[in-house]
C-alpha cells in the first residue's frame, strides 16, 4: 500500500502581512499531481489544515478544492484537526464526506473504530486521533487521572484494541519530545506539551504533524512531514516535502522524502546597499521570492523598504546588522547635563544610538545648524 503524509498546510495563513494563499494553491495541485503520479491509496492530513479556527472564505474553497479533486480521483483521504483548527467546523458534513473517501476526525470523542484499507497483503487499519489536551481526553472519560500530555495521548491509545499482528497506522497531530522546532509554530510555555515517543511504539507508521520542520524521531517510521511551505524565515534554510510511504507485508515499511517546489521561495540576504542591487547580484535569481534582507550598511539608507521594493516586490522584513545594532550602550555619565555643552549632549545621543562617534564633517554640520538656529532666536 502506497501513502502520501503532509500536514500543516495551514490554509489562509499570511505571513509577515503577505497572503500565502496562491503560493498554497501551487503546491497543493503539486502535492496532488504526485499523488496521482504515484497511484497512492491515501493522502494522510496530520493537523493544521487552516490556519486559524475560523478561516476565510477563500481558505475554505482551497481546502474543498483539494479534496475534491483527491476523492474524485479515487484516492482515499485521512485527515484530522490540528491546534490551529475549529474541530466543530471541520467536523461538518464529515460523514456525507466519507461516502466520498474522505475520512475526517476533527473532535475527539473517544476511541473510534479505526478506518480499515486493504491490498494483497490483507488490511491496514488506520487510528485518527486529532489533537488532543488533557481537557479533552478528561471530558470524554471522566473517570480518568489525567494531568499531562503525555497521560493524555497515552490514555487515549491504550482505549484502542489494536491488533500486534496487523499493520496499523496512526494519524496524530502533538509535539513529541525530540523534535527540532520553528517560529511559526505554536507550542506550550516550558514544553508542557511534550510527549514520548514511546506511547506510538504499537505503530507500523505515525504521520505526524505539528513541527514544521521534515524530520523523524528516533526511527524512520516515526515522522513530521513538515509543512509543504516555509512560513517563517527560521525555516529559510528547509527543504519542504512530503512522505511517500509504502508499506508491504508486517514490519516492511519503507519512506522517501519527495521535495517539493513552491512559486516562490523564502530567503534570507545580507549585504550593504550597493552589493544588493547591483544586477550581478540578483541577475539569475528569483527577484519575487520572500525575503528577509540584512543591510549591512553603517548609515541608514532612506526609503531602503520602498527602494528595494521596486527590484524585489515580495521583501517581507529589512534589517541592519551593523556597529548601531550589535551593541546596546547606557548613559554613564555622572555631569549634569546643564554642566555641558549642546554640542557634547548631542555627539553622546549619537555614540550612544549609532555605537560609533560622529564624524568631522557631522560635527561641522551639526555646530553650523546650531548656529543657525540660536541666530533665528535672537
Known sequence: MKLLHCSDLHIGKRVNEFSMLEDQRYILNQISELALLERVDAVLLAGDLYDKPIPPAEAVGLLDEFLTGLARAGIQVLAISGNHDSPERLSFAARLMEDQGVHLAALYRGAEAPVVLADEHGPVNFYLLPYLKPALVRHVYPEAEIASYEQAVKYAVDQWQIDPGSRNVL????????GSTCESEELSVGGLDQISAQVFERFDYVALGHLHGPQK???????YSGSPLKYSFSEAGHEKSVCLVEMGEKGRTEVRLVPLKPLRDLREVRGTYEQVTAKSFYDGTNTRDYLHITLTDEEDVPEAMGRLRAIYPNLMK???DNKRTQTVQEITGAERPEERTPLELFRDLYELQNNQPMSR????????LMEEIWEGRS
Do not use: K, N, P
Not at 494519524?171 to 525530540?178: I, S
Not at 564633517?361 to 553650523?368: K, S, Y
Open 361 to 368: 564633517e557631522q560635527e561641522d554640520f551639526l555646530t553650523a
Open 171 to 178: 494519524v496524530a497531530h502533538q509535539f513529541v519530545l525530540g
Open 318 to 320: 529589512l534589517t541592519y
Open 217 to 223: 524521531i528516533g526511527r524512520e517510521t516515526l515522522r
